[in-house]
Nanobody
Framework: QVQLVESGGGLVQAGGSLRLSCVAS????????MGWFRQAPGKEREFVAA????????TYKDSVKGRFIISRDNAKNTVYLQMNSLKPEDTAVYYC??????????????WGQGTQVTVSS
């Protein structure tokens, strides 16, 4: 069973930054696209960002473009989400997910437990 463990969440003031990390336990990490999602209280989970297997292609939710950066280090089985210029509306539980293929798609096989990000105004 693949495990994804997120870390790096916390409380930050608006305009601040956080970097989330997600470490995968399996050897298939480098052959999967990876994604970040979030879920705010009372709302459905939504896509935030994704990156292909070698980090050459990324995609973002419109509202985070120019503020968030997804990256990966396959040697460390880790995917990152650098979040800058944070806004109160970014408050949510953030989840990383392991894709079904090397390419970015809407299919994810594995999910982490999530890390809370709270942005105060």
């Amino acid at each position: 069973q693949v495990q994804l463990v997120e870390s790096g969440g916390g409380l930050v003031q608006a305009g601040g930054s956080l970097r989330l990390s997600c470490v995968a336990s399996d050897r298939t990490f480098s052959s999967r696209a990876m994604g970040w999602f979030r879920q705010a209280p009372g709302k459905e989970r939504e896509f935030v960002a994704a990156i292909n297997w070698r980090g050459s292609t990324t995609t973002y939710k419109d509202s985070v473009k120019g503020r968030f950066i997804i990256s990966r280090d396959n040697a460390k089985n880790t995917v990152y989400l650098q979040m800058n210029s944070l806004k109160p509306e970014d408050t949510a539980v953030y989840y990383c997910a392991g894709g079904s293929t090397v390419y970015i798609s809407n299919k994810y096989d594995y999910w982490g437990q999530g890390t809370q990000v709270t942005v105060s105004s």
